[in-house]
């Protein structure tokens, strides 16, 4: 079955509605930096949590998570769920200093604490990940919406253009204000059309009773054994864990609406929502995936998802439900282009121009956002031939973002480590990352890769990396003297700190507060494995 008219229609007028409404709340915003890469620094809680949900819920986690489900269960929950533990973690020791220190991007962190040239390094590298991210991106919401039409992969091409145009327009003109705000009613979208699909599923297959029944036992179990080929418990408590982690505290493109939030209280809830989110998401990404698996069985996994709308929904509601899909690649989308602009116009073209202006600081950020675009839009349908893109898009994370964010982590808390020991660390780990990435993933480049990086799971992989650089970054940093302690105490939080906290909690009472809600949080993460 394919879509019908009236399916078709629900979408076009949800293209052009967010389209609308991103425009008309970006021309409220002031034209310099603070209003266009930070949306003026007001956002609230609910903004950042709902933003920071529909970021991290794109067409990859749609088609790809639901694909993993579909092969191995529900353990294709684990990167939410570990994902969410670190966004907490994110939010009580990192996000504080982050907004002490009035930084307009995440690497700035690294300015401050190290040197430019440890910044420019996590720059170059976060714009190569972003770049990859674009194309599996418009990919993976190309994929959905020619099966759901009924049209052939060699339009995946057409179909990004469409999709890169609708969400470029409001990003490019609008800034930050139209990314967060849309993404405000795209998650609320997506919610309700995963939650469709989840429903109607279970309705399909006799509840959920009539699920647990005829799945195979494996596919209800959080933890697989130690030797599974993709998920392996070990992996899932170190490399997994630990890349989460590093995602949590330096990912320009989820962290960047903090930085615009009211206050640390509001960006802190606003991360702790994503995270109570992202518990929600299993129902409405991995148990669809289970549901295809009863339902659709025999279809390629990153095609389980649109398989499943095709079997269980009726018509209009396919509408809503890919309007809900195009909700999440759309919020994803949007985020890339203005974090990778962001890092290019504030951090990269200064090096070039020391006294730009506000206004073409502006004009070069649009111009990058532009070139992400057609970038993203010309390499989308070479991604179908390098594997299961949830995976795929796992290993690059994997492979790019430990040097930078050990550096990060043994930053905040060791005061011996120095920029000449970041810079070493984080050189390495980009040469070593993007070799492995080539040679263990490109078909032309796998004969010359190591059987031993093949052959192991690239969550173990990320591990002893991570121990490698660790290693690395704390005897290079001994060879130069220690930073000086007055040039350090930006991460400890300063007396008026203190008293405007207390003074908060005062105000919010027990039931607004950040550490209650903490404690609600990892009750629930701690449930979840319990149950499952």
């Known amino acids: 079955m394919s879509l019908e008219i009236i399916d078709i229609a629900i979408v076009i007028l949800y293209l052009a509605g967010v389209l609308v409404f991103g ?32 970021t991290n819920i794109s067409s990859v ?19 939410q769920l570990i994902g969410g533990i670190c966004l907490a973690m994110s939010a009580v020791f990192f996000i504080p200093i982050y907004l002490r220190t009035k930084i307009f991007t995440i690497p700035g962190f690294l300015e401050n604490r190290y040197s430019k040239p440890a910044k420019l390094i ?13 194309s599996i991106i418009l990919y993976t919401g190309s994929l959905v919406i020619l099966q759901l039409f009924g049209f052939s992969d060699d339009l995946i091409f057409y179909c990004s253009l469409v999709l890169g145009i609708a969400v470029g327009i409001y990003a490019i003109v609008g800034g930050l204000s139209s990314v967060v705000y ?20 279970l309705s399909a297959v006799g509840g959920l009773s ?46 960047q609406r903090t930085l615009g939030a009211k206050d640390t209280r509001n960006a802190q809830l606003g991360m702790l929502l994503g995270g109570f989110l992202k518990i929600v998401a299993i129902f409405v990404l991995v148990f669809p995936g289970i549901l295809a698996f009863k339902l659709v069985p025999g279809v390629n996994p990153d095609r389980a998802y649109p398989a499943l709308i095709q079997e269980v929904l009726p018509i209009g509601i396919s509408g809503i439900v890919l309007a809900g899909f195009l909700a999440a690649l759309m919020s994803t989308l949007d985020s890339s282009i203005m974090s990778l602009s962001s890092i290019f116009a504030i951090d990269i073209y200064p090096l070039f121009d020391k006294n730009v202006s506000e ?60 920029s000449f020991g ?33 052959n192991s799971n690239f969550y173990h992989v990320n591990f002893f990396l991570v121990l490698i650089y660790v290693a690395i970054l704390l005897i290079s940093s001994r060879f130069r003297p220690a930073p000086k302690v007055e040039d350090l105490t930006f991460l400890q939080p300063t007396v008026e700190e203190k008293q405007q906290q207390a003074a908060t909690l005062k105000r919010v009472g027990l039931f607004g507060s950040f550490k209650f809600w903490v404690v609600i949080y990892i009750c629930g993460f701690v449930g979840v494995y319990v149950l499952f």
């Not at 996590?122 to 674009?134: D, P, V």
């Not at 780990?429 to 993933?441: A, Y």
Request: aromatic residues 14%; charged residues 10%; contains cysteine.
């Open 122 to 134: 996590y720059c170059i590298t976060m714009i190569l990940f972003g770049l990859f991210m674009t």
């Open 61 to 79: 986690q749609f088609v790809g998570q639901s694909g993993l489900a579909y092969k191995f269960g529900i353990a294709a929950a684990n990167p």
């Open 210 to 255: 009539g699920l647990l029944e005829t799945v195979p036992a494996e596919h209800l179990k959080l933890l697989l054994p130690h030797d599974h080929e993709q998920l392996p418990f070990t992996g899932i408590i170190s490399g997994l864990f630990i890349v989460s982690l590093f995602w949590a505290v330096s990912n320009q493109e989820l962290l």
């Open 182 to 201: 849309t993404d405000m009613v795209q998650s609320v979208v997506l919610l309700i059309g995963g939650f469709l699909v989840l429903f109607l599923g």
């Open 359 to 418: 206004k073409k600081a502006l004009k070069v950020g649009r111009l990058f956002a532009i070139f992400i675009l057609v970038w993203g839009i010309c390499t989308a349908p070479m991604i179908q031939h390098l594997g299961l893109v949830y995976l795929l898009m796992h290993k690059v994370t994997s492979y790019l973002l430990p040097a930078i964010g050990v550096c990060y982590v043994i930053g905040r808390f060791n005061n011996r480590i120095n």
């Open 23 to 54: 425009l008309w709340i970006g021309r409220k915003e002031k034209a310099d930096r603070e209003g266009f890469f930070l949306g003026g620094k007001h956002f609230s809680w609910l903004l950042i949590g709902t933003s920071l949900f529909a």
């Open 422 to 454: 970041a810079i070493f660390t984080m050189t390495l780990g980009f040469v070593i990352g993007t070799l492995l990435l080539l040679f263990s993933t490109l078909p032309a480049l796998k004969p010359y890769c190591p059987d031993i990086i093949l």
